[in-house]
Structures are given as C-alpha cells and as structure tokens.
Nanobody, 117 residues
Framework: QVTLVESGGGLVQPGESLTLSCEAP????????IGWYRQLPGKQREREPV?????????AYGDSANGRFTISRDPAKNTVWMHMNSLQHEDTAEYYC?????????WGQGTQVTVSA
C-alpha cells in the first residue's frame, strides 16, 4: 500500500493561483516519478498527466498545464509541489497525485480545485 497525501486545493477566482502539494513516504519519494492528474467534472480521470517530475528533478507537462504550471520536488519534505498560475474555469477539477510501481498505479485521495467568479 502506498499513501500519497494531497493538499492545497480550494476555490479561487479566474486569474488567481494555487499551489498543490503531494507528500509521499520516503521510500516512495526517493524511488519513483510523481505525477499530477486531473479529473474534470463529470469526466473520467485523464490519462495524460498534468505534470510529473522524476528523481532527477526533470519535469514534463501535459497540454492542460499550458505553460502556466510549475512542478517541483522538495526532498527535505518528501513533497512534490505544483504551482498553478492564471487559473481558469476550465482548470476546475479534482487533482490527484500518482506513482506507478511495477506498472501498478497508486493514487492519493485527491484535492479539489474550483475556479469560479
């Protein structure tokens, strides 16, 4: 069992920012790429990650990040951060932290981001 704990979601207005965090156990944080995925209202969770970061700090972004999001990892806190700028209504979603271990996916409980005027 892998426990990933997300936090940082909330209700913001268009144009505002949020920072999500994903805390992982040390043995997970030091071994696996950690990614963020989202599930839009009424939709299935998307297959393409919003963003992910590997052990070397190399990052990759999906189309939904659109140059507005920044993912980083903090080894001192076993935490991956995703800073989200210029949020828009279409960013409203449940955001999940993820790892793949031996082809098995592990997910956090999710954190809701709602962008509304």
């Amino acid at each position: 069992q892998v426990t990933l704990v997300e936090s940082g979601g909330g209700l913001v207005q268009p144009g505002e920012s949020l920072t999500l965090s994903c805390e992982a156990p040390t043995d997970i944080f030091t071994k696996y790429t950690i990614g963020w995925y989202r599930q839009l209202p009424g939709k299935q969770r998307e297959r393409e990650p919003v963003a992910r970061v590997n052990l070397l700090g190399q990052v990759a972004y999906g189309d939904s990040a659109n140059g507005r999001f920044t993912i980083s990892r903090d080894p001192a806190k076993n935490t991956v951060w995703m800073h989200m700028n210029s949020l828009q209504h279409e960013d409203t979603a449940e955001y999940y932290c993820n790892i793949y271990r031996r082809a098995e996916a592990f997910w956090g409980q999710g954190t809701q981001v709602t962008v509304s005027a």
